[in-house]
């Protein structure tokens, strides 16, 4: 396969993976606002809550830790790595490929709880109305920012780590 080649496909897969993302994130904003409500970061779930614990906090972006958020990112965590099991694989470039496409996930589907709970929209993304987000620049939370881009890197780079075939010289 030329080089070329090898781009466009390796494009294509990229492409179809954040397309499968955004699909699963849809999905999750669903269900995470059939349960949520209106009332974001699981505050009216029966949940535990830990407050003010310097490592916790920062781990979960300054944010209360809460039973509900420890296995619900845990669990997806466990699901997004699912093939690597099935296939009994892994490698960096598998690892760094997981861990893009979560990190992609959850911001996508942090956005979308937003944009389709009748509560919200997107308008009422702001600190005054989420206040779960402690961190904001250019009127975005930070996570956003820091998950794009350490998603998109981490994703990049599984896929160039994987490099193209040589060119082979015309005989």
């Known amino acids: 396969m030329n080089g070329r080649r090898w781009q466009v496909e390796t494009l294509a897969r990229a492409t179809a993976l954040l397309a499968w993302i955004a ?45 509900y958020h420890v296995f619900v990112f845990s669990f997806m965590a466990a699901v997004f790595h699912l093939p690597l099991f099935l296939t009994l694989r892994w490698s960096w470039r598998l690892e760094a490929r997981v861990l893009g496409c979560l990190a992609l996930f959850w911001i996508i589907e942090d956005a979308l709880w937003f944009a389709l709970n009748p509560a919200y929209g997107l308008p009422r993304l702001t600190p005054a109305q989420a206040p779960w987000h402690p961190h904001w620049w250019l009127g975005v939370p930070v996570d956003y920012l820091v998950g794009v881009t350490a998603g998109s890197g981490l994703l990049g780079w599984s896929f ?12």
């Open 23 to 67: 699909m699963l994130a849809i999905l999750f904003a669903q269900a995470e606002i059939q349960i949520e409500g209106a009332r974001g970061w699981a505050a009216g779930l029966p949940t535990w809550r830990i407050v003010g614990h310097p490592v916790l906090s920062a781990l979960f972006g300054g944010r209360e830790v809460t039973g």
């Open 160 to 171: 160039a780590a994987r490099q193209a075939p040589a060119r082979q010289e015309p005989s």
